[in-house]
């Protein structure tokens, strides 16, 4: 999910070097090929684009999100409440998730300063958005992970932190190359199985 994105576009380049294949789910009809990656088309709310998806796959990574700059409106919460139902129906149990710090435990270990100017430079809404689509994965029966990283930048893999209690800052960073391999990990290894985590640059 979000494979056309940034860390869904480092998700399908370091995917196979790792041993997976990878089946991406891509809403523009005029994307037919991905390097890395076979397409199935299908929007990310759609039950049915979803069921086929999810046909012959062991687990799923989702880097579902709205581009910065753009309304946030429902997509991320009602895509991933339809991905979660779709998973359990299929019978497809493992997802790691990407969310964003600033939600839930995270907010806790955020510096005083990150507490009070994250929610205005992301926007507060969009901090309900990815809340309610947590909600939706922790509600669910899942093998799952989410995945809480500060601000995603473009750059090379670098040593990261990774835990519950990670604490984070404005000026905390993380690349998405870093946040692909995390994932990567998290799903192999099935760390943080039903458990919340920060990532940030090490
Ligand atoms: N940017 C940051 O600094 C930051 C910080 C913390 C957390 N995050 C979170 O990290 C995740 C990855 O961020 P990113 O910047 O790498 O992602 P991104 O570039 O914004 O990509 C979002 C992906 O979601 C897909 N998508 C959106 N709506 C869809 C729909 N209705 N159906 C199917 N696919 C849909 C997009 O597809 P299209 O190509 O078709 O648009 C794209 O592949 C996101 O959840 C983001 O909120 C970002």
């Known amino acids: 999910m979000g494979a056309t994105g940034g860390t869904g576009q480092a998700v399908r380049e370091l995917a196979p070097a790792v041993g997976h294949e990878v089946v991406a789910l891509v809403r523009d009809p005029a994307v037919t090929r991905l390097p890395g990656a076979r397409v199935t088309h299908g929007d990310a709310r759609d039950p049915e684009a979803l069921a086929r998806a999810l046909a012959g796959i062991d687990a799923v990574v989702s880097c ?42 995270s907010v806790a270990a955020q510096s005083r300063t990150a507490r009070l100017l994250w929610p205005l430079l992301v926007g507060a809404e969009r901090l309900a958005e990815a809340e309610r689509a947590e909600a939706a994965v922790r509600g669910s029966d899942l093998d799952w ?29 993380l690349s998405r190359a870093a946040l692909a391999r995390t994932l990567l990990d998290l799903l192999d290894t099935g760390a943080h199985r039903r458990g919340c985590v920060t990532v940030t640059r090490g």
């Not at 429902?74 to 998973?87: D, E, H, I, N």
């Not at 995945?147 to 209690?165: E, I, N, Q, Y």
């Open 64 to 105: 579902l999100g709205v581009r910065l700059g753009q309304q946030p409106g429902t997509v991320r919460s009602a895509g991933t409440a339809a991905l979660v139902a779709a998973m359990t129906a299929s019978g497809v149990r493992r997802l790691v998730s990407v969310s964003t710090v600033g939600v839930g435990e």
């Open 145 to 173: 992970t989410i995945v809480r990283p500060p601000r995603l930048v473009d750059g090379p893999d670098t040593p990261v932190t990774v835990g519950v209690d990670v604490a984070t800052g404005l000026r905390s960073q």
